[in-house]
């Protein structure tokens, strides 16, 4: 489901890639145009998604079946568009939001091996089928992402195969429907990055609010 109303823009990628720098970059020229913007993330952005963030991103947790990992995701996307996104939609904002399905279908699905199709039909319901208008996938070798910060959270500390394996899923996810998402090279400079994704979508934007 796309909104008649609204923005949804989406940045993916794996880890390092520049998913929150683009987001802020994003955010803040829009606003300066006089859109109303919401700027959020995933997981986390609600008062239950902090503490499912906790979970499943603290080391202190340890291990987890693969399958609950997947539903607690699952349960911060439900908590977070049913009170944080699709509202601000409803209203006519544009939401740029650092990370959304395709994580989960890209970490918790390729990344952990278990049945994409099965991880996507979870997903899928758990945020009524809410789909980005763009979804701009910043893509970069696993190696060099984890160059650009230290210290690894539970699923940063995944073996390079595994990240591989993420890397790989969203760079087909992508492929498979072109009219709504963007690839672009994350060892780009940031404002040409920017510069790529405002071209990008600069025509969604008359269904856009502004102040």
């Known amino acids: 489901m796309y909104t008649s109303r609204g923005v949804f823009v989406c940045f993916e990628g794996g880890e390092g890639s520049g998913k929150s720098t683009q987001s802020r970059v994003l955010h803040d020229a829009l606003t300066a145009e006089g859109y109303t913007v919401l700027l959020t993330f ?71 091996s278990l049945d994409v199709a099965e991880v996507e039909q979870v997903a899928r319901w758990a945020t009524g089928d809410l789909r980005p208008h763009l979804t701009v996938v910043l893509d970069l070798d696993p190696a060099a992402g984890f160059t650009r910060f230290e210290g690894r959270d539970r699923i940063e500390g995944e073996s390079p195969e595994f990240h591989e394996r993420v890397r790989e899923a969203f760079v087909e996810m992508a492929k498979a429907d072109p009219d709504h998402y963007l690839v672009l090279d994350a060892r780009a400079p940031v404002e040409s990055i920017a510069a790529q994704v405002r071209e990008r979508l600069a025509p969604l934007l008359t269904r856009a609010a502004r102040r």
């Open 42 to 112: 995933e997981p986390g952005d609600t008062l239950v998604g902090k503490e499912l963030r906790r979970i499943v991103l603290s080391p202190e947790t340890g291990a987890l079946a693969d399958r609950t990992e997947a539903l607690l995701y699952a349960a911060d996307k439900a908590e977070h568009v049913e009170t944080v996104v699709l509202p601000a939609l409803v209203r006519g904002e544009v939401v740029i939001t650092d990370r959304y399905v395709d994580s989960t279908l890209a970490y918790q699905g390729a990344g952990r």
